[in-house]
């Protein structure tokens, strides 16, 4: 079994991470500079990244219990994972109170609609990071993150996107 400290560590780190972000998404930039060379290297935070977008689920569950696991085993994993739920699920039955009295109010859909663009900006800065950090693959990883690109705005599903990238990853990159 993993030290005490780590364990609290990382579920301080996944407590914080999502009482901080509004969104799986969103949670990656910050989850980047809290967990990359504390608890993963940069190259095991773009792999777990690649990972969770492939498999179902959350993707910042599954990111929570790659490197909770990464950093402290089974436990680590467990630990991240509930520093990881707690939050949005305490928060979420808050709101849902707060918002069913206050549903008719103007101000709220407002407010939900102020988020967008700010969400929408750190998304695209984080992207950039990943992107920066993904290894050395010159003009095949533009013309990747191109072809992804309009894959995408054609409404392929992102999933199989991210899949097929991986597998040309493997065919074009393998020594």
Do not use: C
């Not at 680590?76 to 994972?81: D, K, P, R, T, Y």
């Not at 109010?105 to 950090?133: D, H, N, R, Y």
């Not at 013309?143 to 599903?157: E, I, T």
């Amino acid at each position: 079994m993993p030290h005490f400290d780590l364990l609290l560590e990382l579920f301080w780190t996944f407590l914080k991470v999502n009482l901080l972000s509004t969104s799986g998404p969103a949670s990656v930039g910050l989850l980047y500079h809290e967990a990359v060379g504390r608890f993963v290297t940069e190259q095991q935070f773009v792999q777990a990244v690649g990972f969770s977008s492939v498999l179902p689920g959350s993707d910042a569950l599954q990111l929570a219990m790659y490197i909770g696991y990464a950093a402290g085993g089974i436990w680590g994993g467990l630990v991240a994972l509930l520093g990881s739920i707690l939050p949005p699920t305490l928060i979420i039955l808050g709101v849902t109170m707060i918002l069913h009295r206050l549903r008719r109010e103007a101000w709220v859909s407002s407010f939900v609609e102020g988020l967008a663009p700010a969400i929408s900006v750190l998304m695209v800065f984080t992207a950039w990071k990943i992107f920066q950090k993904g290894g050395n693959t010159g003009w095949f990883g533009w013309s990747l993150g191109v072809a992804s690109l309009l894959a995408m705005w054609f409404k392929l599903p992102e999933r199989a996107v991210i899949l097929v990238a991986g597998v040309l990853g493997i065919v074009f990159l393998s020594p």
